[in-house]
């Protein structure tokens, strides 16, 4: 993915909004004498700080923040100054932070006039509530508080009949996130003004919360979970992960079965805005909660000069990254370029694809481009890795190499590469024409003399369709045999790169990892998602990147959340289809989701966890790789790019996604879920390929703000075919180059019931009710339920009894001893609800999709740390005698005291404490 980070633009309108008036408030008793806003923008002549208009709450049209590191200064009136110091003034102003700390308000006060005698410099510290983060809230400094720190005056209140030529907010050096929109002074009388308007029908979390503010993890022996123990010692001691015998799981160097409870992570970068997270500390926190494998996504193209250069930071990050991780037997996945943020251009020797669509396409078919490539694939993989003392070649804690990330001929890009690229393309296309049909009157013939603009026989090029020309269906067999042709060339250029670049890895530089083509999708997944595959067919593992979003709409929705975005908070159970594990495998090859995640603002987020560790080992998924996390540890809501006032949406380390990880990789590390047999076994020939033929099941296509346009995934399975649900009984798997006709379904009528919308996993272990958004787990040393449990259900499964009144959660109970849970000797429960910052604030709203609308919510305020949690109304039952105490967790599983576990019949009762996300029954 993805285009994560942007800076804010600095406004600079010179627009005056600002006023000297005398506005009498009688109810009050006070004199307004001077007043700014910042409707328009910052006043003429403004020093320091932004200007920020948009994703404020109603009532704030505009307003004024700090730039990194600094401080926010008014203009200055150097002769007649903003106001004149009087008895009884006060210096009114309206402001929200995200972070509340101690700040201080200076005025420069003299005499009026040009010149500086008797100038004073006056300070005043105004009060601080911390437990105000978000909220808006006037603060009115009386101006015989404030005391001067230099100048003649010094320790004296200001001096009636100076003039303050310019006020300003001090905040040495850190960021408060402090918005003002309203300054003014009054006399007589403090500010009666209030704070902007809140909407009435403003709402908040339902329900009571608790603060999730976790200590910082000790890596206590006294933990009663870490998952550290399920890893290797040293990830890659046994040898290189390989492939298992049929090809189509993992297995580690010794033939230990393998499965990847995985995380995009950063935390190799510092923010200048923040200290640079402690890698190993981080590899750490990680393994406890689960995780084995991690993916670094970099972009190590030279920044200028030198194709063949690359980033040499990029590359450290790498390095640093497979150090810190390998000794806490934590895998690494490593995505060395993606077309999108590729630094390369046609002045440093690359073909030119005209500007419109960047590299997208061009690593497949310029060969100065692919020569720069193994370039830099050598220096990063070959050259010994300074913090190992080995080369990544030959390190098994390397596990994976993908060779791009995002980019398909198949894709939309494609139609866009012209220029000097768009020439060689149809070049190489004429070129594959004389092969395949002996000559270009060959292939014209066999066209029956379809000719398009492009064709150029005599200069040897010929032209190419538009992408969107291959997802229709098209009369006359000359036209639909060129399209086929141009199908098949743009297919086989893509496996043919693959192809040559795992040679390269091989053969040049010795590398033993396991090679990933790509991760993408197609401009139509029926007609064509199947040849994207057969393309990575050249290589061993298969992989998609898949999104669970909803709509969220606003002028940074691809990379942050802001107050007046509008969005649906959808939950994937009641859209199944959604769910990002339904994906069609590759027989033979392993098959990974590089990135994915539940995609903020959604709130329906702890069912994400539960669901993916369930699916993924029902459907035999063999990594996931959460998106994304950048800190040492947790992510308290703050700043997408830590400047623009703001939520990060690319996030995954937050209590209900990280948080609900512990029970949820263990049961899917540990095998507790049963993989099921093929629900489809399809068949498909290389000319069903070319041709475009349906499939007789497809996969739909996933959403990204990024790279789609309208605002919700495009539904993509086959009209008529197999009911897409078959995902949710069982595995769905294709074999390419094989008769189609021998291709199997079960009878999914015995697991799918459209009457009733449910659907049951050919295991018996799973069972999805997208009517009511509700989904059971019910394996032996793993039970559970997700959704929307309603008021006082109850959810009776194998040796668990669940009973909730909470309107929406998870709860998971996973024996952490691999013994049934009748006869556990160690239980996990763990629950999740729904979180929130401290202040998020919505209201309903109507939002407008393609020539629709939905019910959705406005976000008034996007509120600030820490998360909120809506208290759990969980009470669990468990029939095992063995069990007789409970003690409730804090977030790192250290112990914080026993909570009753009642006998009730045979089963023994436990009422969740409701401010925790775990406790184990020993």
Same mark, same amino acid.
């Given at each position: ?79 007649? &100054?903003?106001?004149? @110091? ?6 009114? %102003? !309206? /402001? #929200?932070?995200?972070?509340? =700390? ?31 983060? &978000?909220?808006?809230? @006037? ?6 508080? %404030? !005391? /001067? #720190?230099?100048?003649?005056? =010094? ?768």
């Amino acid at each position: 993915m993805i285009c994560r980070n942007a800076a804010i633009a600095l406004v600079a309108l010179a627009g005056l909004a600002l006023t000297v008036a005398h506005e009498r408030d009688a109810g009050a008793q006070q004199e307004t004498l001077y007043r700014a806003d910042f409707g328009e923008g910052l006043p003429e002549g403004w020093k320091k700080g932004v200007a920020v208009l948009d994703g404020l709450p109603e009532g704030v049209a505009g307003a004024v923040g700090a730039e990194p590191g600094g401080d926010i200064e008014s203009n200055h009136q150097w002769v007649d &100054g903003h106001f004149t @110091v009087a008895e009884g003034l006060h210096l009114n %102003f !309206r /402001a #929200t932070f995200s972070n509340p =700390q101690w700040y201080q308000l200076f005025i420069f006060c003299k005499q009026r006039g040009p010149d500086a005698a008797a100038m004073n410099l006056y300070e005043y510290k105004p009060p601080v509530d911390a437990g105000a983060a &978000g909220e808006w809230q @006037v603060v009115s400094a009386p101006l015989s508080e %404030f !005391r /001067a #720190t230099t100048g003649p005056n =010094q320790g004296q209140a200001p001096l009636p009949g100076e003039v303050c030529w310019t006020y300003f907010w001090g905040f040495q050096g850190r960021d408060l996130g402090m918005l003002v929109d309203l300054v003014w002074v009054t006399e007589g009388a403090p500010a009666s003004t209030p704070a902007p308007a809140v909407r009435s029908d403003a709402r908040g979390l339902e329900g009571p919360t608790w603060a999730f503010e976790p200590p910082r993890d000790e890596f206590s022996p006294a933990a009663l979970f870490d998952l550290r123990l399920l890893n290797e010692k040293i990830a890659g001691q046994s040898g290189f992960v390989r492939r298992s015998d049929d090809g189509n799981d993992f297995v580690l160097g010794d033939g230990t079965p393998a499965r990847f409870w995985a995380v995009n992570t950063s935390a190799y970068n510092k923010h200048p805005l923040f200290p640079a997270p402690d890698l190993a500390r981080h590899a750490r926190f990680l393994a406890k909660r689960g995780i084995n494998m991690v993916r670094v996504h970099a972009n190590v193209t030279p920044e200028a000069g030198d194709l063949s250069s690359i980033n040499p930071g990029e590359r450290d990050n790498l390095w640093r990254t497979v150090a810190a991780m390998k000794p806490e037997g934590i895998y690494t996945t490593f995505s060395p370029y993606w077309a999108a943020s590729s630094r390369v251009k046609p002045e440093m020797g690359v073909l030119d694809t005209g500007g419109e669509v960047g590299n997208h396409g061009l690593l497949f078919f310029d060969p100065a481009l692919q020569a720069a490539y193994k370039s830099w694939l050598k220096q990063i993989l070959a050259e010994p890795n300074p913090h190992t003392g080995i080369p990544l070649s030959q390190d098994p804690a390397l596990a994976i190499i993908q060779l791009q990330n995002e980019d398909s001929l198949l894709f939309w890009t494609s139609q866009g590469i012209k220029g000097t690229a768009g020439a060689e393309l149809r070049r190489q296309f004429a070129e594959f024409l004389k092969r395949k049909y002996g000559s270009l009157d060959g292939a014209l013939a066999a066209w029956q003399g379809t000719t398009i603009e492009g064709d150029e026989p005599a200069a040897g090029r010929m032209g190419l369709y538009i992408i969107w020309e291959l997802t229709q269906e098209r009369e006359g067999a000359g036209r639909n045999q060129r399209c086929a042709d141009q199908m098949q060339f743009f297919t086989q250029t893509m496996r043919d790169f693959n192809a040559m670049m795992g040679d390269y890895l091989r053969e040049d530089l010795g590398c033993k990892q396991l090679i990933n083509a790509g991760n993408w999708r197609t401009a139509d997944n029926v007609r064509m998602l199947d040849a994207e595959r057969y393309s990575y067919g050249a290589n061993e593992v298969m992989a998609v990147n898949r999104y669970y979003t909803g709509v969220h709409q606003g002028q940074h929705q691809g990379w942050a959340i802001v107050s007046g975005d509008v969005f649906t908070d959808d939950s994937v159970l009641l859209q199944p289809r959604e769910l990002p594990v339904t994906a069609k495998q590759v027989n033979g090859h392993p098959f990974i989701i590089p990135e994915s995640s539940w995609v903020p603002p959604l709130g329906y987020q702890s069912e994400g966890p539960f669901l993916i560790a369930a699916y993924q080992s029902l459907n035999g998924v063999d990594a996931y790789y959460w998106f994304a996390t950048g800190e040492e540890d947790w992510r308290q809501p703050s700043s997408a790019n830590g400047y623009l006032p703001s939520l990060g949406k690319w996030v995954c380390h937050t209590p209900m996604l990280m948080g609900q990880w512990p029970a949820a990789a263990l049961m899917y590390r540990m095998g507790y879920i049963q993989r099921g047999s093929p629900a489809v076994h399809e068949r498909r020939s290389l000319e069903n390929l070319w041709r475009r033929t349906m499939p007789i099941i497809a996969e739909d296509a996933g959403y990204d703000p990024n790279r789609d346009t309208g605002d919700i995934a495009v539904e993509s399975n086959v009209k008529g075919g197999v009911d897409p649900l078959a995902y949710l009984v069982g595995p769905v798997i294709v074999d390419y180059d094989a008769n189609p006709g021998a291709s199997e379904v079960v009878d999914l009528g015995a697991y799918i019931d459209p009457g009733a919308r449910t659907v049951s996993s050919i295991t018996g272990e799973l069972k999805l009710d997208y009517g009511q958004g509700v989904c059971t787990l019910n394996a032996p040393k793993a039970q559970g339920v997700t959704g929307f449990l309603g008021q006082g259900r109850s959810f009776r499964l194998g040796e668990v009894l669940i009973e909730s009144t909470n309107d929406y959660a998870t709860v998971l109970v996973v024996a952490m001893d691999d013994r049934p849970l009748s006869e556990s000797r160690k239980v996990l429960v763990q629950v999740g609800t729904v979180e929130r910052p401290t202040g998020w604030k919505t209201s309903p709203a109507t939002v407008k999709v393609g020539d629709s609308t939905r019910e959705g919510e406005k976000i008034v305020n996007f509120g600030a740390a820490p998360w909120q949690i809506v208290e759990a109304d969980v009470t669990v039952s468990v029939a095992n005698s063995f069990l007789t105490k409970a003690t409730v967790l804090d977030p790192n599983g250290m112990p914080a005291g026993e909570i009753l576990l009642e006998n009730a019949g045979n089963m023994q009762r436990l009422r969740f404490p409701p401010d925790a996300l775990y406790t184990v029954l020993e």
